[in-house]
């Protein structure tokens, strides 16, 4: 049966794939359209498979809120042409659609199948690798944000008041998250490990310094736990001087709304998103 330009343009409009492939496809199945289309997605997922150890570094990050609920999905690929792709794109959003609507909280196969059509079109190893749904603690408030390069980004979620002045507070944590990254967000999630190794460290810089040798041991005791605890206050969100007033700690802040609302705040969970961590 000859194939027509007519009929590879169909092709093409239903599946996305390249005109040559759908060409091939029509001549490979007598020009039966529906048969054509499941040759192309067989070869697509095929080529899928063996793309799937090639590495994403690339990818965007999609956030919404609905209802109490904030949902997050990161979707990666190889390239930052694909991520920016319109396609890509619309499906990001489509994933957000479908996680609210099932009440999904982890990536599940029907996510994974849906990556997996549109990886067959686009020819590169993308996955859909995070589901997170963060939900508002009742009468608290949640933000989120994403940096404008879509990989970074961040979920804040704050108990005590759903006032204006929280939700406001509640966004800018998120930003000061995003810009200054934190490791932990508060001292207590610190690993004892961690901390010791830090000591360790100060302490052999201590020993190098030949000042240090002449100051009694007390002294020096108070100087290295100094250093320990400035570290900690430069990776810990809150501890760290607050992003839109830098006389402040982000703790010192969230009691000076907590009063000016007359509530009694404290942090549910503050959350940074990297892409690829």
Known sequence: MAVTAADVKALREMTNAPMMDCKKALTECNGNMAEAEKYLKEKGLAAVAKRAERATSEGRLFVRQDGNKIVLVEMTCETDFVANNKDFVTLGEKMLDTVIAKGYTKVEDELKGMMDELAAVIRENMAV???????????????????????????VL?????AEAVKTFAYDCCLHIAAFTPAYTSKKDVPESYIAEQREIFQAQMDQDEKMASKPQNVKDGILQGKVNKHLAEICFEDQMFVKDDKKSVTAKLAEIGKEVGASLSFASAKLYVLGK
């Open 129 to 155: 690798s995070k589901v997170e749904v963060a939900e508002i603690p009742a009468g608290g408030t949640g933000a989120f944000y994403v940096h404008s390069d879509k990989k970074t980004g961040a979920i």
């Open 158 to 162: 704050i108990n005590g008041s759903d």
